[in-house]
T-cell receptor, first 115, second 115 residues
């Protein structure tokens, strides 16, 4: 069983479109995250949710809107896609916020290409 | 603010030899966590090892060990008996404590294992 899953794995779309990426974890974790990995492989946090509550919003443009319908799911919706949004988006989850139980487990990533 | 520094541009190691990947960090928090992740060419992020700032002993997980030197603010990853499958990008990361806990990543190091 996949612990943290993301769909789709690949997403190719035109500038200006709206798209969503879904994330689900079956680890029973309370906290979920979205990270962006740019073309230089640099990873940066975008959002975190703890028990469906937004905890971190790391100065991400408001075209990006996370939604957590329950603690096992954290989806990412992106409006009016721009060329600079092309990246790999990773979902992650952890049992708790800090310490060893704060270890984050990542999904396989969604490779987004905006044309 | 937290900062992770990985300055090695790329590392090569002969199969079956040991290799050390360097990581230094900076934080004003007395309590923090240090992590290493592996990203093979397939793209997934794989958790390798965790070290807590108050842990007295260096963490070990199979062939991975973390050489934690708190006074020098370094958290180097040691891979023993390198295998061809260890060829990947390796990221050092740290987390702070509290409700706003998040992972801050270094820029990564590419490791190539030679047969």
């Amino acid at each position: 069983d996949t612990a943290v899953s993301q769909t789709p794995k690949y997403l190719v779309t035109q500038m200006g479109n709206d798209k969503s990426i879904k994330c689900e974890q079956n680890l029973g974790h309370d906290t979920m995250y979205w990270y962006k990995q740019d073309s230089k492989k640099f990873l940066k946090i975008m959002f975190s949710y703890n028990n469906k509550e937004l905890i971190i919003n790391e100065t991400v443009p408001n075209r990006f809107s996370p939604k957590s319908p329950d603690k096992a799911h954290l989806n990412l919706h992106i409006n009016s896609l721009e060329l600079g949004d092309s990246a790999v988006y990773f979902c992650a989850s952890s049992q708790d916020l800090t310490g060893a139980v704060g270890t984050q487990y990542f999904g396989p990533g969604t490779r987004l290409l905006v044309l | 603010a937290q900062k992770i520094t990985q300055t090695q541009p790329g590392m090569f190691v002969q199969e079956k030899e040991a290799v050390t990947l360097d990581c230094t960090y900076d934080t004003s928090d007395p309590s923090y966590g240090l992590f290493w992740y592996k990203q093979p060419s397939s793209g997934e992020m794989i958790f390798l090892i965790y070290q807590g700032s108050y842990d007295q002993q260096n963490a070990t997980e199979g062939r991975y060990s973390l050489n934690f030197q708190k006074a020098r603010k370094s958290a180097n990853l040691v891979i023993s008996a390198s295998q061809l499958g260890d060829s990947a990008m390796y990221f050092c990361a740290m987390s702070n404590t509290g409700a706003n806990s998040k992972l801050t990543f270094g820029k990564g190091i590419t490791l190539s294992v030679r047969p």
